[in-house]
């Protein structure tokens, strides 16, 4: 259904040229520019872990190029055509996950793949916008804050996908997913008792999640407790990441220097351990410089969020934007041995197509919230 | 919906600011977690994560340094390192293990043995690390490989440097070996040094002079990654090779006293004596070391070893004999120092002797006797009954203490492992070993130079240049000269002298080598088989060890006795006489008379040594 109210139309004329033509192509400055930044230092960083391998950089950039094509697009799009697609988007989701289940293809011991023919991929990446973005509309359609029913029904939306990628095995994913649909709950100004409620329904989930584990998912959150007690094993991930961030010191090894790296100690180091790489070659002056980018890019997206002219879109890139910052948050916990290692990629930075695509069209939903607003008044 | 709720924007659009705000401070809070943990990992943390990676990058590796190589006197090489070559495989470049095994097994020998190693070696080693599947090849198989190599990508031939022992038997009881170091040995050692080192002197002057061959190791500190693969070498301390050495040895001389020897068992000991200078040394049979080095097998080992005639053991170092009437000169000498006897005294000789009281024979080796007989005479037809005499009147400890100022009873300190001592009976040492008093009779035995007696073919040897040197003793030794021959500097090897003139007199001196002269060269000498056809005089004593006792009024024919159990035959002798330079000893086992047997062997050596004199 469509909601006629937040009829959007464009204003011309009363800006300067500059602003016209960017709100023209619905893109934000400063969230482009903070986004190519980081993408650039991505680059830098990969050609370094990689041990300078050009073929992974052109691979790299031909998915960047995809991924702000995707993020052009998807800004385009305004937000109420998102809204009136939402049920559509969530319930072909729901279907794929379903069929991943059945006749998914495994990779590195997990199902998450699904090949069409032309193009193999992971509906999970579908649901990481679709339930968000299922969430904001179920609850933008009632007054906030929403009713205990409301909330009932808003968590089985969020469980039933989380469930289904839990099951592939895909923690990482899962948990972002859950944490998605969570913040839209959380920004929609659902009271404190309600909370607090929700709080001691995930405690009492946790150990019902800890059974249904896989083994190996529940030895990386062994191994995160106590790293040493298998230091050739499980934990060796953790051990080398570590050496690597903390050999890195103040300024760092300088690019291209990092021995853990080069010497191939650190694993994963273009994936998930990307940041061991950034952070034994620049050390902790670089590191700062790079929280503050993340951090902008999330003040940027908060921002926006505040800015949004109906509710939809304010809890849409709310949750958004947070996610990215968990995504950020996670990735580096997890390297630096603060949290279990649950495989997420470092955004924008970390080797790797499918949740890159899927991030840049989450800023590219950003993007259009913004540059679709209705202008009120000067 | 139990009651109608109106959608209030404005309120929604504040509670909604509330909750980015707080959302903002958390997300702040959580940056500041993170840096929080960076700074304990970076700045607090810094130095040991910095060791740690470090230690994860560097490791050293040592390089073995060369071993010395060993000249003879002559610069002839005894001892060298040779390349020899191996098949190696580094198992990541092969595709197809099993078939490339296989392959390389039609061209070459792989025999099980080889590959139940290689297959072991493949587990345990990493995937680049070439592993051997043969060691040794000949030239025939490096040729064969060579020809067929581009067929085996990642199967290499590798040298390596493997100790060689050219003259081979010749050699092996005064060089000895080099074989793989054991534990037990790695204790003794600086095990640093010896990291890259994989063989150590097992015997001989390789054991002896280990310390001088074998040089100092060298590093190279390498970058390694995570798998130990060597990315590159970052700092380099070269090793210091072994020193060389060179013997006093003369490699013509050690064949001719070899050949001389024949198919005997025994030793022939040549000596400088007037420096102390092993010329030669031979124990036979001898074997072949170079399989020590590589590793014998089991089976030629305990062929080696189960060898009735004892190819391993080192008789002119170790072996024990009764030195028989080769210790006639110098318990003469003890008999005129200690004024028992006189250079005119006559005993005269019935062909047995016998103490009052005791019907016990002591027999001459001359059934008739030899008549009246002064002390030359003793010597030169070695009269058994003069002995007997004498040595009763001077008593074994007087004797006793007279004969170790020959070095005999002592170890003569070679530079070589594991020289015996051998037995200079005293009444002090049977009651100390056996914890017996000494019988008179002993005396009589002991004075011919049975009994108790044994000696080392060294000792003799070692006496002997005593003797020739009117008593100059010079600790025999091996090593003449340390360093490469390359090198300018040379070191002399300095051995001790001491001056033993003051053991006999002048008059004592010259008499006992006169008759030792007149034992080779007058018509009664016991050795005079050897004196034709000499342009010099030798100075020299037979002698006769018993192995098998015989009894009373028996008659020893040698041709009864089973061979093994025949006398053995030894020979002392110095030449030339007046101006000695070489001093020999020789032992011949079951050779039965010394002067048949052992005398022609010290005179095949001294003429080679006449005829082609050393450089010194």
Same mark, same amino acid.
Request: aromatic content about 8%; hydrophobic content about 45%; some cysteine.
């Given at each position: 259904m469509m909601k006629a109210k937040n009829k959007e139309y464009t204003q011309w004329g009363e800006r300067r040229q500059s602003r016209m033509f960017t709100r023209g192509l619905h893109l934000d400055i400063p969230l482009l520019l903070s986004i190519i930044i980081l993408s650039a230092v991505g680059l830098a960083i990969l050609y370094s872990a990689s041990g300078q391998n050009d073929a992974i950089i052109a691979r790299q950039l031909t998915r960047l190029a995809l991924a702000f094509t995707v993020m052009f697009i998807v800004a385009q799009i305004p937000p109420h055509h998102i809204q009136f697609w939402a049920p559509w988007a969530f319930g072909g989701g729901l279907i794929l996950l379903a069929a991943v289940l059945l006749v998914g293809e495994a990779g590195k011991g997990a199902q998450r793949w699904l090949d069409l023919g032309f193009f193999r991929f992971q509906p999970s990446e579908v649901m990481k916008l679709a339930v968000p973005v299922m969430v904001a509309w179920y609850l933008a359609d009632n007054p906030m804050p929403p009713t205990l029913k409301n909330l009932f029904i808003a968590s089985l939306l969020i469980i039933v996908p989380v469930i289904l990628i839990a099951k592939q095995p895909d923690l990482g994913t899962s948990i972002l997913i859950a944490s998605s649909g969570v913040f839209v709950l959380l920004l929609s100004g659902i009271r404190g008792?309600?909370?607090?409620?929700?709080?001691?329904?995930?405690? #009492?989930? #946790?150990?019902?999640?800890?059974?249904?584990?896989?083994?190996?998912?529940? #030895?990386?959150?062994?191994t995160f407790l106590n790293p040493e007690n298998d230091p050739l094993g499980a934990g060796y991930h953790i051990i080398q990441s570590k050496i690597a961030i903390g050999s890195g010191g103040t300024y760092g090894k300088g690019w291209l220097n990092g021995t853990q790296s080069h010497l191939e100690f650190l694993p994963e180091r273009t994936t998930d351990f990307i940041f061991s790489v950034f952070s034994e070659e620049f050390g902790f002056i670089g590191i700062v410089c790079l929280l503050a980018l993340y951090l902008f890019i999330v003040v940027r997206g908060l921002y926006i969020a505040t800015q949004a002219q109906s509710t939809f879109s304010r809890l849409l890139a709310g949750s958004l934007i947070l996610t990215f910052f968990v995504y950020t948050f996670v990735n580096i916990g997890m390297v630096s041995g603060l949290l279990p290692v649950v495989g997420l990629p470092l955004p924008l930075i970390s080797y790797g197509g499918t949740s890159m695509v899927t991030m840049m069209a989450g800023f590219g939903v950003l993007m259009s919230i913004h540059t679709h607003r209705r202008l009120l008044s000067n | 919906m139990a009651r109608l709720r109106i959608k209030d924007h404005i309120r929604e659009s504040r509670t909604f600011n509330e909750r980015a705000a707080i959302a903002l401070a958390l997300v702040i809070i959580m940056i500041f977690v993170l840096l929080a943990r960076l700074v304990y990992l970076q700045i607090i943390s810094h130095e040991h994560f910095s060791t740690l990676a470090e230690d994860n990058r560097v490791s050293i590796v040592p390089i073995p340094p060369t071993r010395g190589l060993i000249y003879d006197r002559n610069g002839i090489i005894l001892a060298q390192n040779l390349p020899a070559f191996s098949l190696e495989i580094v198992p990541e470049r092969v595709s197809d293990m099993g078939q490339t095994v296989a392959a390389i097994g039609a061209i070459i020998e792989i025999t099980d043995d080889h590959l139940k190693r290689f297959n072991k070696q493949l587990q345990q080693k990493s995937a680049f690390r070439s592993i051997p599947l043969r060691t040794h090849l000949n030239d025939v198989e490096v040729a064969r490989f060579a020809a067929n190599r581009h067929r085996f990508p990642g199967v290499e031939i590798e040298a390596r440097l493997v100790r060689d022992y050219p003259y081979s038997h010749l050699t092996a009881h005064v060089i000895g070996y080099v074989g793989r170091i054991n534990v037990k040995e790695l204790k003794r050692v600086?095990?640093?040094?010896?990291?890259?080192?994989?063989?150590?002197?097992?015997?001989?002057?390789? &054991?002896f002079y280990e310390d001088s061959l074998h040089g100092t190791v060298g590093f190279k500190n390498i970058e390694t990654n995570v798998v130990g693969r060597t990315i590159r070498t970052l700092e380099r301390t070269p090793p210091l090779p072994g020193r060389d050495l060179h013997l006093t040895l003369d490699i013509q001389l050690q064949h001719i006293a070899d050949k001389a020897l024949g198919n005997h068992r025994g030793a022939a000991i040549a000596i400088d004596p007037?420096?102390?200078?092993?010329?030669?040394?031979?124990?036979?049979?001898?074997?072949?070391?170079?399989?020590?080095?590589?590793?014998?097998?089991?089976?030629?080992?305990?062929?080696l070893q189960s060898d009735i005639d004892k190819p391993l053991f080192n008789r002119a170092l170790r072996g024990q004999y009764p030195p028989g009437s080769t210790i006639k000169p110098f318990v003469g000498l003890a008999g005129l120092e200690n004024n028992i006897v006189t250079t005119d005294t006559n005993i005269f000789c019935q062909g047995w002797?016998?103490? &009052?009281?005791?019907?016990?024979?002591?027999?001459? @080796? /001359? /059934?008739?006797?030899?008549?009246?007989?002064?002390?030359? &005479?003793a010597i030169i037809e070695s009269c058994d009954v003069y002995f007997y005499d004498m040595s009763l009147r001077l008593g074994i400890d007087a004797m006793s203490d007279y004969l170790s100022h020959f070095g005999l009873g002592k170890k003569t300190g070679i530079d070589l492992p594991g020289e015996l001592a051998g037995i200079?009976?005293?009444?002090? @040492?049977?009651?100390? &070993?056996?914890?017996?008093? @000494?019988?008179?009779?002993?005396?009589?035995?002991?004075?011919?130079? +049975?009994?108790?007696?044994?000696?080392?073919?060294? +000792?003799?040897?070692?006496?002997?240049?005593?003797?020739?040197?009117?008593?100059?003793?010079?600790?025999?030794?091996?090593?003449?000269?340390f360093g490469s021959r390359l090198n300018s500097a040379l070191a002399p090897v300095a051995f001790e002298q001491e001056d033993r003139h003051q053991i006999a007199t002048d008059e004592h001196w010259e008499y006992m080598v006169e008759a030792m002269v007149k034992s080779v060269h007058s018509i009664h000498g016991t050795a005079r088989a050897i004196s034709k056809g000499m342009s010099f005089k030798i100075a020299g004593k037979t002698g006769t060890a018993q192995v098998f006792g015989i009894k009373q009024d028996e008659k020893y024919v040698k041709e009864d006795i089973a061979e093994r159990l025949r006398d053995h035959?030894?020979?002392i002798a110095f030449a030339p006489a007046d101006k000695p330079e070489i001093a020999i000893a020789v032992i011949v086992e079951n050779g039965g008379s010394g002067g048949a047997v052992a005398a022609p062997v010290a005179r095949k050596i001294i003429d080679q040594y006449m005829a082609s004199k050393p450089s010194s």
């Amino acid at each position: 259904m469509m909601k006629a109210k937040n009829k959007e139309y464009t204003q011309w004329g009363e800006r300067r040229q500059s602003r016209m033509f960017t709100r023209g192509l619905h893109l934000d400055i400063p969230l482009l520019l903070s986004i190519i930044i980081l993408s650039a230092v991505g680059l830098a960083i990969l050609y370094s872990a990689s041990g300078q391998n050009d073929a992974i950089i052109a691979r790299q950039l031909t998915r960047l190029a995809l991924a702000f094509t995707v993020m052009f697009i998807v800004a385009q799009i305004p937000p109420h055509h998102i809204q009136f697609w939402a049920p559509w988007a969530f319930g072909g989701g729901l279907i794929l996950l379903a069929a991943v289940l059945l006749v998914g293809e495994a990779g590195k011991g997990a199902q998450r793949w699904l090949d069409l023919g032309f193009f193999r991929f992971q509906p999970s990446e579908v649901m990481k916008l679709a339930v968000p973005v299922m969430v904001a509309w179920y609850l933008a359609d009632n007054p906030m804050p929403p009713t205990l029913k409301n909330l009932f029904i808003a968590s089985l939306l969020i469980i039933v996908p989380v469930i289904l990628i839990a099951k592939q095995p895909d923690l990482g994913t899962s948990i972002l997913i859950a944490s998605s649909g969570v913040f839209v709950l959380l920004l929609s100004g659902i009271r404190g008792k309600h909370v607090a409620a929700f709080m001691a329904l995930i405690a #009492t989930c #946790t150990p019902l999640l800890w059974f249904n584990l896989h083994a190996y998912q529940k #030895t990386r959150v062994m191994t995160f407790l106590n790293p040493e007690n298998d230091p050739l094993g499980a934990g060796y991930h953790i051990i080398q990441s570590k050496i690597a961030i903390g050999s890195g010191g103040t300024y760092g090894k300088g690019w291209l220097n990092g021995t853990q790296s080069h010497l191939e100690f650190l694993p994963e180091r273009t994936t998930d351990f990307i940041f061991s790489v950034f952070s034994e070659e620049f050390g902790f002056i670089g590191i700062v410089c790079l929280l503050a980018l993340y951090l902008f890019i999330v003040v940027r997206g908060l921002y926006i969020a505040t800015q949004a002219q109906s509710t939809f879109s304010r809890l849409l890139a709310g949750s958004l934007i947070l996610t990215f910052f968990v995504y950020t948050f996670v990735n580096i916990g997890m390297v630096s041995g603060l949290l279990p290692v649950v495989g997420l990629p470092l955004p924008l930075i970390s080797y790797g197509g499918t949740s890159m695509v899927t991030m840049m069209a989450g800023f590219g939903v950003l993007m259009s919230i913004h540059t679709h607003r209705r202008l009120l008044s000067n | 919906m139990a009651r109608l709720r109106i959608k209030d924007h404005i309120r929604e659009s504040r509670t909604f600011n509330e909750r980015a705000a707080i959302a903002l401070a958390l997300v702040i809070i959580m940056i500041f977690v993170l840096l929080a943990r960076l700074v304990y990992l970076q700045i607090i943390s810094h130095e040991h994560f910095s060791t740690l990676a470090e230690d994860n990058r560097v490791s050293i590796v040592p390089i073995p340094p060369t071993r010395g190589l060993i000249y003879d006197r002559n610069g002839i090489i005894l001892a060298q390192n040779l390349p020899a070559f191996s098949l190696e495989i580094v198992p990541e470049r092969v595709s197809d293990m099993g078939q490339t095994v296989a392959a390389i097994g039609a061209i070459i020998e792989i025999t099980d043995d080889h590959l139940k190693r290689f297959n072991k070696q493949l587990q345990q080693k990493s995937a680049f690390r070439s592993i051997p599947l043969r060691t040794h090849l000949n030239d025939v198989e490096v040729a064969r490989f060579a020809a067929n190599r581009h067929r085996f990508p990642g199967v290499e031939i590798e040298a390596r440097l493997v100790r060689d022992y050219p003259y081979s038997h010749l050699t092996a009881h005064v060089i000895g070996y080099v074989g793989r170091i054991n534990v037990k040995e790695l204790k003794r050692v600086d095990a640093a040094n010896y990291s890259a080192t994989h063989h150590i002197g097992k015997l001989g002057i390789e &054991k002896f002079y280990e310390d001088s061959l074998h040089g100092t190791v060298g590093f190279k500190n390498i970058e390694t990654n995570v798998v130990g693969r060597t990315i590159r070498t970052l700092e380099r301390t070269p090793p210091l090779p072994g020193r060389d050495l060179h013997l006093t040895l003369d490699i013509q001389l050690q064949h001719i006293a070899d050949k001389a020897l024949g198919n005997h068992r025994g030793a022939a000991i040549a000596i400088d004596p007037r420096n102390g200078e092993v010329l030669a040394m031979v124990s036979k049979p001898s074997y072949d070391p170079n399989p020590f080095v590589v590793g014998i097998s089991s089976k030629s080992y305990r062929a080696l070893q189960s060898d009735i005639d004892k190819p391993l053991f080192n008789r002119a170092l170790r072996g024990q004999y009764p030195p028989g009437s080769t210790i006639k000169p110098f318990v003469g000498l003890a008999g005129l120092e200690n004024n028992i006897v006189t250079t005119d005294t006559n005993i005269f000789c019935q062909g047995w002797f016998s103490l &009052k009281g005791d019907d016990h024979k002591y027999r001459d @080796w /001359k /059934k008739r006797g030899h008549g009246n007989a002064t002390l030359e &005479k003793a010597i030169i037809e070695s009269c058994d009954v003069y002995f007997y005499d004498m040595s009763l009147r001077l008593g074994i400890d007087a004797m006793s203490d007279y004969l170790s100022h020959f070095g005999l009873g002592k170890k003569t300190g070679i530079d070589l492992p594991g020289e015996l001592a051998g037995i200079l009976p005293s009444s002090h @040492w049977k009651r100390q &070993k056996k914890g017996l008093p @000494w019988y008179t009779g002993e005396t009589l035995i002991s004075g011919i130079g +049975q009994g108790y007696n044994l000696t080392t073919p060294l +000792q003799l040897a070692s006496a002997t240049a005593t003797l020739a040197t009117r008593g100059l003793h010079s600790r025999p030794h091996l090593v003449k000269i340390f360093g490469s021959r390359l090198n300018s500097a040379l070191a002399p090897v300095a051995f001790e002298q001491e001056d033993r003139h003051q053991i006999a007199t002048d008059e004592h001196w010259e008499y006992m080598v006169e008759a030792m002269v007149k034992s080779v060269h007058s018509i009664h000498g016991t050795a005079r088989a050897i004196s034709k056809g000499m342009s010099f005089k030798i100075a020299g004593k037979t002698g006769t060890a018993q192995v098998f006792g015989i009894k009373q009024d028996e008659k020893y024919v040698k041709e009864d006795i089973a061979e093994r159990l025949r006398d053995h035959a030894l020979f002392i002798a110095f030449a030339p006489a007046d101006k000695p330079e070489i001093a020999i000893a020789v032992i011949v086992e079951n050779g039965g008379s010394g002067g048949a047997v052992a005398a022609p062997v010290a005179r095949k050596i001294i003429d080679q040594y006449m005829a082609s004199k050393p450089s010194s």
